[in-house]
């Protein structure tokens, strides 16, 4: 996160706080105590130098049967690259489109959720190692 953005938010939200007698907080207070992150270091260099981010790595769900694919590809062994820009900052097709051409070359296959709100069509020509689909369960 560009901790420019937190100290905007800061002084915007200072005159609510010293209302209160107390004094805003470095980055708005969102890095006051642990905050765990998923994103790795190489990809959030900023939340190295905070003392209260924790790295976390998200696990895999333990499920009594792998769950098959709502998906085919051509070479099924190949690695599969789920590609997905999260919840939230899902609506930059043209990034979507750039990963998707970045691996298209690649020996893996590329399984990308786009968002419900996002058409799978847009994306197109897709590449014949990706599938495209508004959601599919993570798990």
Known sequence: MDLSVLDLVADAASPIWRE???????????????????????????????????????VPVPLAEPQ?????????????????????SNNDIDLFCLVLTALDNEPVNVL????????????????DNARVKQFIPPA
Do not use: K
Request: aromatic share 6%.
């Open 20 to 58: 209160f007698g107390i004094d805003v907080p470095p980055a708005a207070g969102v890095y006051a105590a642990t905050t765990p992150t998923i994103c790795p270091a190489s990809l959030d260099p900023a939340a190295v130098e905070l003392a209260g981010a924790q790295a976390i790595r998200p």
């Open 68 to 88: 098959a694919l709502p998906v085919s590809f051509a070479e099924p062994d190949r690695p599969l690259v789920y590609l997905t820009l999260g919840t939230f």
């Open 112 to 127: 990308a959720t786009i968002g419900r709100d996002n058409d799978p069509p847009a994306l197109a020509p897709i590449p």
